[in-house]
């Protein structure tokens, strides 16, 4: 069973740019999350997808960060303009479900987009 | 407050000794459970082992185990007979149900652990 795909694997920009970045969850996956995992920290989650329908965007800055995802599959997510405190590794990752139930949902991630903001 | 403490930044252990790393939450929620993930340098994220609130017993998936004290909000994990692959970041993560019914995962800030040969 392919994983969870994200490209690119590496970004370097400069700070105002926009950058976009692009993930491919697993096959049958309804729910679909990206995290944010700044150098030093655990991964934070900014927006969780069921289907194409946003759940959670509270921790999304969404005076610069937006995500799309189209036909319940594929999902994007864009920086514009991008800042030097967004260099982190951008994490994706799927899950069947995403409602919280009594038994455990795994998430499988993706390599993750390492994106530096010069 | 935290909801996930993760009070070792980094450790070193010998090869084949066993290794503890200390994970503690905060949480008012009946319903809850704790995560273990490894993370090499590669980057990914890999499912170590899951210990749920009203598990009775404490988790086990091979060479890791989940030292789950409920009472003290802690959930260590323990790997018998590190080895070298075993150098990794490793988080300890809690999920809880968010005000709309979905599945949320906080993270700690993680443990480097390196093994020694």
């Known amino acids: 069973e392919a994983g969870v795909a994200q490209s690119p694997r590496y970004k370097i920009i400069e700070k105002r740019q926009s950058v976009a970045f692009w993930c491919n969850p697993i096959?049958?996956?309804?729910?679909l999350y990206w995290y944010q995992q700044i150098l030093g920290q655990g991964p934070k989650l900014l927006i969780q997808?069921?289907?194409?329908?946003?759940?959670?965007d509270s921790q999304l800055p969404k005076d610069r960060f937006s995500a799309e995802r189209l036909k319940g599959v594929d999902s994007t997510l864009k920086i514009q303009p991008a800042k030097l405190e967004d260099s982190a590794v951008y994490l994706c990752a799927s899950s069947l479900v995403g409602s919280f139930t009594s038994s455990y949902n795994e998430q499988f991630f993706g390599p993750g987009t390492r994106l530096t903001v010069l | 407050a935290q909801k996930i403490t993760q009070t070792q930044p980094g450790m070193f252990v010998q090869e084949k000794e066993a290794v503890t790393l200390d994970c503690t939450y905060d949480t008012s929620d009946q319903s809850y459970g704790l995560f273990w993930y490894k993370q090499p340098s590669s980057g990914e994220m890999i499912f170590l082992i899951y210990q749920g609130s009203y598990d009775e017993q404490n988790a086990t998936e091979g060479r890791y185990s989940l030292n789950f004290q409920k009472a003290r909000k802690s959930a260590n994990l323990v790997i018998s007979a590190s080895q070298l692959g075993d150098s990794a970041m490793y988080f300890c993560?809690?999920?809880?149900?968010?005000?709309?019914?979905?599945?949320?995962?906080?993270f700690g800030t993680g443990t480097r652990l390196t093994i020694i040969p």
């Open positions: 993560a809690m999920r809880e149900a968010t005000n709309f019914g979905n599945e949320k995962l906080t």
């Open positions: 997808f069921q289907n194409n329908g946003v759940v959670d």
């Open positions: 096959s049958g996956h309804a729910t």
